[in-house]
């Protein structure tokens, strides 16, 4: 069983900054891709950005510039930080991991985290 954890939503007014965390734990091996997405009411859930395994990062065209992906291997954890942040930028802010559950597999199983909702206010 993977168990996500994520933290670090609120309410910020517009330029202000945000770091969210997502904190994976439980039978994982490796995880290998990670990546965050967001889901506005009535909009569809979009990346935000992705990092590999090796660190290799890509973002929305929206975000870049303004949002930095990070993780740490060693506490299977990844960070989303926000600066300059927009109304247009509220939403419920999801962590997604690619996991290896044992050694040796070449098979990866996604789990999503709860969500965390962030709020800019113009």
């Known amino acids: 069983q993977v168990h996500l954890v994520e933290s670090g939503g609120g309410l910020v007014q517009a330029g202000g900054s945000l770091r969210l965390s997502c904190a994976a734990s439980?039978?994982?091996?490796?995880?290998?891709?990670m990546g965050w997405y967001r889901q506005a009411p009535g909009n569809k859930r979009e990346l935000v950005a992705t990092?590999?395994?090796?660190?290799?990062?890509n973002y929305a065209d929206s975000v870049k510039g303004r949002f930095s992906i990070s993780r740490d291997n060693v506490k299977n954890t990844m960070y989303l930080e926000m600066n300059s942040l927009k109304p247009e930028d509220t939403a419920v802010y999801y962590c997604?991991?690619?996991?290896?559950?044992?050694?040796?597999?070449?098979?990866?199983?996604?789990?999503w985290g709860q969500g965390t909702q962030v709020t800019v206010s113009s």
């Open positions: 990092i590999s395994s090796g660190g290799s990062t």
């Open positions: 997604n991991i690619d996991v290896y559950l044992r050694y040796g597999s070449a098979v990866t199983y996604p789990y």
């Open positions: 439980g039978s994982i091996f490796r995880i290998n891709a």
